[in-house]
């Protein structure tokens, strides 16, 4: 039996919706079309992990209100941890649940022509340009149900530009904070990086409530054009009983870079999809993620680059850790389309397991169309070294801390190679939380 399809909110609903928030007619039409197409489209099909019976439609709450922020000393302690304090942050965005709550933004990007506003915002004020790229080269509406929802019950989100030449020197970092136990949240995050431009983007989603039951549906789009890099860190530490479904998309022209580290440390089931299309000759795609399950938890990871260009790059590096009875698949995809000559695929997957009922799937899988190219790929699953654990405890550490530290070595080769500090140092205070 899956989970009842009838809607929660209706066109009449969105509408109204849409009115109220000032949105352009092609925004409302889009959501529109994206409602109808909801209610006949099926799920999607993650390999290994059956999800008809999971709730990623049935919710009372579209919108919560909470109130904007004054000062940044009005958050609570574990997100005031979340962004660096050393001088005054000039280019922050926070959410709270579907209130954009505070925005500042430096007058030097301002001047440059940067925009880093709230998704709403930027429908209202800049409709044609978000228009561009809304739903378009990246993720589509009609791919299944959930792109389709998504769309419909768009609620919250930020939209990043970065014109021609620019160069953004210091990150944009976005945190939406889950607040209420009754919010739920389609969130969506576009970042466009013009030709010769780079800009690194942080964000956070972070729950500082417990909840009965959630529903999030978070998309991001990057489209890095010609010549253009996009650094993307995200931490995502999301509390138990919140259904997340989370794809986050890169779209590289020529000679592009779009770098993903991604720490993903939800308590609840999850599907997450990472995926980086090498549209461009000469164009890079670099994903490094990182995973902690607990407690009795469904994840499924999917990471995919896909070849479409000559001389393209792309790289996936995951480490993930499966404590208690918590089960997950980690899916690796290179795929190299017909014509993408001298190009180069590799991965690696590792799984530790840390108890008996803890599981770990890993899948790496190589889609090769042309001749001409490199590709490879590594996957282990397995558990704790009970040799390790032994020469540990046998110079005095207790079995809990010598688990930490071997759980730590295991996951530092990933951590390590973050290409963002803050995130590395975001991800290591997690993990330290989660494994104790």
């Not at 409602?35 to 008809?52: C, F, S, V, Y």
């Not at 010609?226 to 259904?243: M, P």
């Not at 939800?266 to 607990?294: F, H």
Request: hydrophobic content about 35%.
């Amino acid at each position: 039996m899956t989970v009842e399809t009838k809607l929660p909110f209706d066109q009449k609903y969105i509408e109204n919706f849409s009115k109220q928030l000032g949105e352009p007619d092609w925004l409302k039409d889009l959501r529109l079309l994206a409602l109808a197409k909801a209610e006949e489209l099926p799920l999607p099909k993650p390999d290994k992990t059956k999800i008809d019976k999971w709730n990623f439609s049935q919710f009372s709450k579209h919108v919560v209100s909470s109130s904007t922020l004054s000062s940044l000393d009005e958050l609570p302690e574990e997100v005031k941890t979340l962004i660096e304090a050393d001088e005054e942050h000039k280019n922050l965005y926070i959410q709270r649940d579907n209130t954009p709550a505070f925005l500042t933004v430096s007058e030097d990007l301002k001047e440059k022509g940067v925009i880093f506003t709230d998704i709403h915002t930027a429908a209202k004020e800049h409709g044609d340009l978000l228009q561009q790229y809304f739903m378009k080269d990246g993720v589509k509406i009609d791919e299944h149900r959930l792109t389709a929802l998504h769309a419909a019950y768009l609620n919250g989100g930020v939209f990043v530009y970065v014109p021609k030449n620019v160069e953004v020197e210091k990150p944009l970092q976005a945190v939406f904070i889950h607040e209420n136990p009754e919010a739920n949240l389609f969130n969506h995050v576009i970042i466009v990086a013009d030709d010769n431009s780079s800009v690194t983007y942080v964000e956070n989603y972070i729950s500082t409530t417990e909840t009965e039951g959630a529903v999030f549906n978070l998309i991001t789009e990057v489209i890095a054009n010609t010549n253009a890099k996009v650094s993307y860190g995200a931490v995502d530490n999301l509390t138990e009983n919140i259904t997340t479904y989370v794809n986050r998309r890169g779209v590289a022209g020529r000679d592009a870079k779009i770098l993903w580290a991604l720490g993903l440390m939800n308590d609840g089931n999850t599907i997450s999809e990472n995926t980086t299309n090498l549209v461009g000759d000469g164009s890079i795609g670099d994903t490094k993620t990182v995973v902690v399950g607990r407690g009795s938890q469904i994840q499924n990871f999917t990471t995919k680059v896909v070849h479409f260009g000559k001389h393209t790059e792309g790289n996936i590096l995951k480490h993930g850790v499966m404590k208690d009875s918590a089960t997950s698949i980690f899916n690796g995809i290179g795929k190299i389309e017909h014509g993408a000559s001298k190009s180069n695929a590799e991965q690696e997957s590792r799984v530790l397991m840390l108890s008996e009922k803890a599981r770990g799937d890993a899948n790496p899988i190589l889609l090769i169309d042309e001749d001409d190219v490199v590709a490879g790929h590594a996957a282990s699953v397995g558990r704790v070294d009970p040799i390790q654990l032994y020469y540990l405890m046998s110079r005095g550490i207790s079995k809990s801390e010598a688990e930490r530290l071997i759980i730590h070595g295991f996951l530092d080769p990933v951590v390590r190679q973050m290409p963002i500090e803050s995130v590395k140092n975001q991800l290591t205070e997690v993990i330290e939380r989660k494994v104790r």
